[in-house]
């Protein structure tokens, strides 16, 4: 397939492997923003490839993962009204809410219909203008241009029974987050390829000069990972902390221009909670008061809810890489994609999850 | 939708347009569906009986399956719940080891149904019966209201003689077995995929839905007893039918991602989607555990026949981590291949 087949050649996964062995001279443990990266690693049996010095460990960028249980309870609510259809995309219905998960709900009858894109949704409130169509906006900035997107075309067509129940989140500040957390000890980052095809490489900088850690904006397949690793590796090795570039191909240093107007004009950066981790400053997206007609909060007037995790689950410890799944004692005892405690079990770029499915037993033995 | 290029059987000319509660009432609208229909397209010396039940001859050692079918859409790029229907059962009997010989067929339909559609899937049972070489020998008609079904489902049940040389069995699979795919996975789940609503995308893959069982008569015929396992990938895909032999047998698979036949529209359409060939469910091709010693020479075979153009060795059968399947991934590393938890669900991004 070309532009994937390229970026799996085994001759050049080799090459740049024993080219990681051959400079790595110290232990650096390097996080991975992406959970995309995260699965691609683990599939593709990287993790056990590398040198036993790096370590690798699974950032936050799972979006399904971070969303805090109180807005995946507003969902459910929304989606067992009468009157709503919910959409969502296809892997936040397995996430367990409080009291049960989207999937559940539909079963007992709520209106629930997975989606690829927004407008399907939109497409859907026009075609039943009688009902009400909320769109389950969750995401990083790569999901949050084609939502933002939604609500300014519905806007222009005067749909008024769309709306939105938006849970985005932004990379830097969660990289932040962590990197000034005094329990967790990155060395280097691999920035998500897809995050920075929108936003850009610009607000990066400040972050490798303030803490003096490697970022390496980098792609999802195995020679993307591989190189990104090895540039994130000859940077620890030399002392250096620099923004560098693997995913040039598609990268650019200021990002889709039109995606992050369209963003501007929609979404206003607020506070944010992420479910594990807590309230990170300056680090989601809400709807802008101008179009809080779209906005499912403003429009069904949902209140605020105290809930409570799952005290059993170690998801934050696990997003922000002080853990590893399979060092979590609910690990496929109690918590299994079945029966999931937290969102990194179910969610298919989920850290967790990608360990079950591909990983699990050729780390216990 | 266009009709098949069926034969001599234009639809009856009935006074009714859509499939009325009344067409399953067991009354005069059910006879003139039968009568005017089902018999009519599916007719055979034991259909025409019209008794409570077909009456049969078989000789020797038999296999009995039985299957339902809701796909949605009914119709699909490359066929529809008819096909699936009877190359289903079909297939069932095959992987048994048996040479399938009658099908019962009986339909839930939903009231509205339309009757042309009603029409296209029952001669296309007719066609894929013919193509299979088994007659449907008994039957049944239920509408439900409204609302109660997805326009149709179908059930299938077959029984087929045993091929007098299989001993198709999980005690069978041992270390040094080879594993032998008959030919592309995906293509069926795929082609559901992209008829699915709001999941529309661009593209002419069509599902693989088709009889296996020649191409199994005649490995059976020239390997016999070499033939250790046999069974056909469908809901769950390869990797779920794997995962059955590795625990069945409890023995370990080692699978090579390099050797996993997927045509290349599949394998774009299923990156798009994020989902994973493995679990993609087939309905036109199946798995083979064969005899080291006759590998390669069943993958010929196999090859020879238009069905299994494809086909592939792409796995062994070894006495390390019993119970798992652990698949070489196309750049040298490993990964352990579990059980599907529920539905592939498309990803966010």
Not at chain 2, 281 to 286: R, V
Not at chain 2, 302 to 323: Q, S
Request: aromatic share 6%.
């Amino acid at each position: 397939m070309k532009f994937i087949s390229e970026y799996r050649d085994q001759e050049l996964v080799r090459q740049y492997l024993q080219e990681i062995h051959r400079i790595t001279t110290r232990p650096w443990t390097i996080m991975e923003i992406c959970g995309g990266q995260t699965h691609s690693l683990v599939k593709n049996g990287i993790l056990d490839m590398l040198p036993n010095a790096i370590t690798m460990v699974h950032g936050p960028g799972c979006p399904v993962c971070v969303t805090p249980l109180g807005i995946i309870d507003e969902a459910i609510l929304l989606a067992l009204r009468q009157e709503v259809i919910l959409c969502s995309f296809g892997d936040m219905l397995r996430v367990p809410g409080s009291a049960m998960s989207l999937l559940e709900a539909k079963a007992r009858g709520a209106d629930v219909r997975i989606v690829y894109s927004p407008l399907e949704a939109v497409r859907l409130a026009a075609e039943h203008p009688e009902r009400e169509v909320v769109f389950f906006a969750v995401g990083f900035e790569t999901t949050a241009p084609a939502n933002a997107l939604s609500v300014v075309q519905t806007d222009k067509m005067g749909i008024r029974n769309y709306s939105i129940l938006a849970s985005h989140v932004l990379v830097p500040p969660a990289m932040e987050a962590i990197l000034s957390d005094p329990e967790t000890r990155i060395d280097a980052f691999l920035a998500a390829g897809h995050v920075c095809t929108i936003m850009g490489m610009n607000e990066y900088d400040p972050i490798v000069a303030k803490y003096q850690t490697p970022i390496v904006v980098t792609g999802f397949e195995p020679v993307d990972l591989l190189q990104g690793i090895l540039m994130a590796v000859q940077q620890l090795e030399r002392g250096e902390a620099r923004l560098e570039n693997q995913y040039a191909r598609v990268v650019t240093r200021e990002g889709n221009r039109l995606a992050q107007d369209v963003i501007n004009q929609v979404f206003d950066v607020s506070d944010r909670a992420w479910r594990g981790i807590g309230t990170i400053p300056l680090s989601g997206l809400e709807v802008k008061g101008d179009y809080s007609g779209y906005n499912a909060r403003a429009k069904f007037k949902l209140a605020e809810t105290a809930v409570k995790e799952n005290p059993d689950c170690i998801s934050g410890e696990i997003m922000k890489g002080m853990k590893k799944p399979h060092q979590c004692p609910m690990f496929g005892t109690r918590c299994k994609p079945e029966h999931p405690l937290g969102a990194p079990m179910v969610s298919s770029e989920g850290a967790c999850a990608a360990y079950y499915q591909y990983a699990q037993t050729l780390h216990e033995a | 939708m266009t009709m098949p290029t069926m034969l001599n059987c234009p639809m009856p000319k009935l006074d009714f347009d859509v499939i009325t509660l009344g067409h399953g009432s067991g009354g005069l609208l059910t006879h003139r569906l039968l009568e005017a229909g089902v018999f009519d397209v599916l007719k055979n010396e034991h259909l025409n009986q019209q008794h409570d039940g077909a009456v049969l001859n078989l000789n020797g050692r038999v296999a009995f399956s039985t299957d339902s079918y809701v796909v949605s859409p009914i119709f699909f790029p490359g066929g529809n719940i008819g096909d699936l229907a009877v190359n289903g059962s079909v297939n069932d009997l095959a992987m048994c080891g048996a040479i399938p010989k009658y099908l019962s067929l009986s339909f839930i339909l939903e009231e509205g149904l339309r009757m042309e559609e009603f029409w296209e899937v029952l001669v296309t049972i007719r066609q894929a019966a013919d193509a299979a070489g088994v007659q449907i020998v008994t039957g049944d008609t239920k509408v439900v209201e409204k609302g109660k079904g997805d326009h149709m489902f179908i059930n299938t049940s077959g029984i087929g003689e045993l091929h007098p040389r299989a001993d198709i069995r999980h005690q069978r699979v041992k270390a040094g077995d080879r594993v032998v795919v008959s030919g592309n996975l995906a293509a069926h789940g795929m082609a559901i995929m992209s008829k699915r609503q709001g999941l529309e995308f661009e593209t002419t893959i069509t599902s693989d839905t088709a009889p296996l069982n020649h191409l199994v008569k005649k490995l059976l015929d020239q390997f016999g007893e070499h033939i250790h396992f046999l069974r056909d990938p469908t809901r769950g895909g390869v990797a779920t039918v794997l995962n059955e032999i590795a625990d069945l047998a409890n023995v370990g698979v080692a699978l090579h991602q390099k050797f996993l036949p997927i045509d290349e529209q599949v394998a774009g359409a299923c990156e798009m989607l994020g989902l994973d060939p493995l679990y993609v469910a087939n309905e036109g091709i199946f798995i083979a555990v064969v005899d080291g010693s006759v590998t390669d020479d069943v993958v010929t075979q196999m090859r020879a026949d238009g069905l299994g153009k494809n086909a592939c060795a792409i796995g062994e059968i070894v006495g390390a981590h019993p119970g798992q399947v652990i698949l070489a991934s196309s750049i040298g590393g490993k990964r352990v291949v579990n059980y599907l938890t529920g539905d592939q669900l498309p990803r966010i991004c």
